[in-house]
């Protein structure tokens, strides 16, 4: 008879797709997958000590779809929806709880298993916490292959190496300074004068209209597509990862810099001045360190990783031999 599980679906990009990365490998053999999404009150923004094991915070639609018969197995993507999953044992003693991403000490001895990406293990350190090579990601090879068959012909005219440069922003307390956006066009500009090819360049709402004004009047004389923060057009971010020969992430996201390993590409990583966190930092070096990625350099060419990194599957088949 095939287990239940429940996956908790953020309404946050990032968390939500952690939890459908994961979902992607999930055994159908043994599981019956369902997604529950959660939306939230202002409540939400209460510390998890407070929330409890209880469902305050969410929205009374999501309330109702919270019912027995309950899951065997549930999957929490955030800290948000931690206690929403506590409160599911709560219901259900058997049920066992597997959290992604740190929630603090609170509630913690609930879960069967946390996997928190070893950046963070310097905040608790508990026997049922396992901790990763980064995180888990929503890209799978199907995905990359549809996303080729899409884009290839969009970007046909442009000369090869392709450079994919995925661009983020600033974080909480530091901005993405005009003097880091000159820095990394230039490092990319050197490194193309020297290789030749073209460009595939994206930004963020974090990277601010100024930065990114920089850096393409910096890259605009290369052959390049573009996608710009606002821009009115299909989102090709996709297709940049799947038709790229190499690729540039800054290193303020820890998700784009880990989906980008998922193309087993050479991946390079722009750290800046005066901008990361030291959390920031330490992903960023245990990447260099398992020879996943190297920093950016405009007097080296990226080389291919030693292998693709894959969290999402390997936390999936863990859950999948519960």
């Keep these: 008879m095939k287990k239940i599980i429940w996956i908790l679906l953020d309404n946050r990009i990032g968390s939500r797709h952690q939890a459908e990365g994961v979902a992607n490998y ?54 948000r929806t931690a206690p929403v999953a506590r409160w599911l044992k709560k219901q259900n003693a058997q049920t066992q709880l597997i959290q992604l991403l740190h929630i603090g ?21 508990l026997k049922n916490i396992k901790y990763t090579i980064g995180s888990p990601h929503f890209i799978t090879p199907e995905k990359l292959s549809a996303a080729k068959k899409l884009w290839q012909t969009e970007f046909s005219a442009l000369p090869h190496p392709i450079t994919a440069v995925i661009i983020g922003g600033a974080i909480k307390k530091h901005s993405f300074s005009l003097q880091n956006a000159e820095t990394l066009a230039n490092k ?12 595939l360049i994206t930004t963020s709402r974090r990277t601010g209209p100024k930065a990114e004004k920089k850096i393409m009047s910096i890259l605009e004389d290369f052959p390049h597509y573009s996608y710009l923060w606002g ?92």
């Design 188 to 199: 990319i500009k050197a490194l193309k004068l020297k290789e030749g090819g073209s460009l």
């Design 26 to 79: 999930l055994d159908t053999s043994k599981f019956n997958i369902a997604f529950k999404e959660i939306e939230y009150t202002k409540w939400a923004a209460l510390p998890n000590f407070l929330r409890a094991n209880t469902l305050l915070g969410l929205t009374t639609k999501s309330k109702s779809i919270l019912s027995a018969p309950w899951p065997d197995v549930v999957l929490s993507s955030s800290r």
């Design 231 to 322: 821009d009115n057009k299909p989102n090709p971010y996709l297709g940049f990862l799947a038709c790229a020969d190499n690729i540039i992430v800054t290193g303020d996201s820890v998700s784009m810099c880990c989906e980008a390993t998922a193309t087993e590409k050479p991946l390079q990583i722009f750290t800046g001045k005066d901008w990361l966190s030291a959390k920031h930092l330490r992903f960023v070096q245990s990447l260099i360190n398992n020879n996943y990625a190297s920093l950016l350099s405009e007097n080296k060419t990226a080389v291919f990783p030693k292998s693709k990194l894959n969290i999402a599957e390997d936390i999936a088949k863990e859950i999948n031999e519960l």
């Design 105 to 125: 000490f609170w509630g913690s001895k609930d879960f069967t298993t946390i996997y928190v990406p070893e950046h963070d293990k310097y905040k608790i350190n």
